[in-house]
Structure formats: C-alpha cells, structure tokens
C-alpha cells in the first residue's frame, strides 16, 4: 500500500502544497476531477480533500498523512504528529473589534459576544485569559458580524490585515500564530514511516534551498581573510585562484533572511562581481 497523503483539493494551500511534491521530484497523474491520484516515482497517493476534512481522515487512517494549516489541526482537537513546518500559508488567528473602539485589553470581551470559525482556540485562549464570552459559530464571511450586529467582535484569520480594515475593524490580540504543516498519523506501519522519512527528507532538502542563495564573488587576495571572515557558508567558503594575476573567485552559500546585509558588507571588503544564483536542492 503506498503513502496516503492528504492535500487541500482546492483553495489557498493547494497549488504550494503540490509544488512541494513536485520540488521533491514526485510526479503526480491525476485524472480529471479525481479525488485519489498516484505517483508513478514514488511509493505515494495522494488523496484531495477539504482542509477541515483532513485532520480526523489522518488521524483515524484513511490517510497517513497531510498537509494543512496549523489552525485547522489546533481547531480539531484529534491525535495526530506535526512532523514539519513547511514555511507556506503564514498567518494570524487574531482577535479583532470595530475601529472606533477605545479598546482596553482583552478584558474587554468579558460576556461580549465573538463570532468565529475556531471555536476550539478561541474557547481555550479566553480561558486563559480568565474571560468568559459568548462564542458564535459562523462558517464564512466571519468579518461582517460586527457590521450587522450579530457580534461585539470576531476572531479570524489575519494575513496583510486588508479584509479587516476594510469592514472597519483593528486587530486588537493575536490568539496564534498558523503556517502550513505536515500531519502524520502516530504509530505507522514501518513501511509507510520508511516513505514518510524519505519524503521528509526531500522537503528538507527542498526547504534549506528555498532558504538560501549561491554567491560568486571576485576578491583581491589581500582581501580574502575579510571577505571569508563575512561569508557562512556551508562549511567555509571555496576560494578558487582567478586568471588575472592577484585576484580570486570565492564561492558560498547565504541565507535568504541575511542576504542584503551579507553582499553590503562584502562589497565594503572588497568584493566586485558579485553573482547570486538560485539553489535547486542542498542535501547535507
Ligand atoms: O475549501 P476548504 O475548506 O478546503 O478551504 P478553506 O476555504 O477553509 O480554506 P482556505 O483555502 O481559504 O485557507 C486554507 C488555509 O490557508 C487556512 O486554514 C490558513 O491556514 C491559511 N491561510 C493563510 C489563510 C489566509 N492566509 C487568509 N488570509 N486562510 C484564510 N485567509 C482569509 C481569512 O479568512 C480572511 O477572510 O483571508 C482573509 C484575510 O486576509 P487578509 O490578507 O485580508 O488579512
Ligand atoms: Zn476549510
């Protein structure tokens, strides 16, 4: 039996969660309109679902594992392993009020009413907080409530904040934060954990190039020490000797998050020429 692993059918994780199987080199052959599809490189199937679906089909086997926001594994209270982070679909379960509110703290929502999608987090942060309110369980469009006075104030996702100013609301407590996951069922057969660890083992390699940038710089040799002494790298940067007499070509690795700052001071030691190059994959 192949790897069974859940994916968004359709909607914002979907098109990154395939391309992450496709990154890791799994070819899919999906018929139209099918809710199962296998790879034909790799001991997988993939089965397409609603997110909300997700968590109770993995953790009762119809699927070994999956791919979904962290809100949505938060919000379904059922035994399952997150065993990656996979650095797609970040966003806020906030809390939010009108904008004319003179807001005092999260006090404020003592016995008001919330409209929400995510009962479960919601519940147990205001429990928390010591704050006993009246949750409203709506499915969509969870922003308008206020606006037509079915709620004091609502608790949804937040990504750029724009679908909230524009039903003239403010974020006034962040309840999590959510990014996509990978979800596993505890206790896989040895075989499907064996293609569950290869599969993780492709992300990885996919996630640390997706992080980082391959760098080619030309350095005088009396500035190499200075330059290396910037460069991570790998391990330490490859220096190669160049044709022109006296000068260098240093090869490393940078970090996404430090890229800028990295090449400011590079050139400020003495770098020229600098090449930035995508990577594809970094196995370690
Ligand atoms: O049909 P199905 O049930 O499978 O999908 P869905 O409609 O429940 O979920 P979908 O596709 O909208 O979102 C899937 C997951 O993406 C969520 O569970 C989150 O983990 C993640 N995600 C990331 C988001 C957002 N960003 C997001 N911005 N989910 C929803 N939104 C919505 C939010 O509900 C609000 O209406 O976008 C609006 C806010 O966006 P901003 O940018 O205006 O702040
Ligand atoms: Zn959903």
């Known amino acids: 039996m192949p790897l069974r692993i859940a994916v968004q059918k359709s909607g914002r994780l979907s098109e990154s969660s ?4 496709k990154d890791c080199g799994i070819r899919i052959q999906r018929g139209k309109n099918a809710l199962i599809a296998p790879a034909t490189n790799f001991d997988l199937e993939v089965l397409y679902l609603r997110d909300d679906d997700i968590p109770q089909y993995v953790a009762d086997g119809t699927a070994d594992c999956g791919m979904l926001g962290e809100n949505v ?3 379904h209270e059922v035994k399952v392993v997150s065993d990656r982070k996979l650095g797609f679909a970040g966003c806020r379960l906030s809390l939010a009020v009108p904008r004319y509110v ?3 703290g999260v006090a404020y929502f003592q016995g ?3 409209a929400t999608s995510y009962p479960v987090i919601l519940n147990e942060f205001l429990r928390k907080q010591g704050v006993s309110a009246e949750i409203h369980e709506i499915s969509g469009s969870v922003e308008i409530a206020p606006n037509i006075g079915l709620a004091d104030g609502i608790c949804d996702i937040v990504s750029t904040g724009s679908t909230l100013f524009s039903n003239g609301l403010k974020e006034v407590e962040r309840v999590m934060r959510s990014e996509a996951v990978l979800i596993s069922r505890p206790g896989l057969p040895a075989e499907k954990r064996t293609v569950l660890d290869k599969l993780l ?3 990885d390699a996919v996630q640390r190039a997706s992080d980082a940038k391959y760098i080619v710089m030309n350095v005088p040799n009396a500035k190499i ?3 290396r002494s910037i460069l991570p790298g790998i391990k330490s940067p490859t ?6 007499e006296g000068w260098s070509a240093i090869h490393s690795v940078v970090e996404e998050a430090h890229f800028w700052d990295i090449i400011d001071e590079v050139r400020a030691a003495g770098a020229e020429g600098i090449v930035v190059m995508p990577i594809q994959k970094m196995v370690k």
């Open 239 to 244: 220096v190669f000797p160049l044709a022109e």
């Open 225 to 227: 020490d200075a330059v």
């Open 73 to 75: 594994v938060a919000e």
């Open 201 to 203: 083992f492709r992300m």
């Open 102 to 104: 003179d807001y005092p």
């Open 112 to 114: 008001k009413k919330i």
């Open 18 to 21: 395939l391309s992450l199987l």
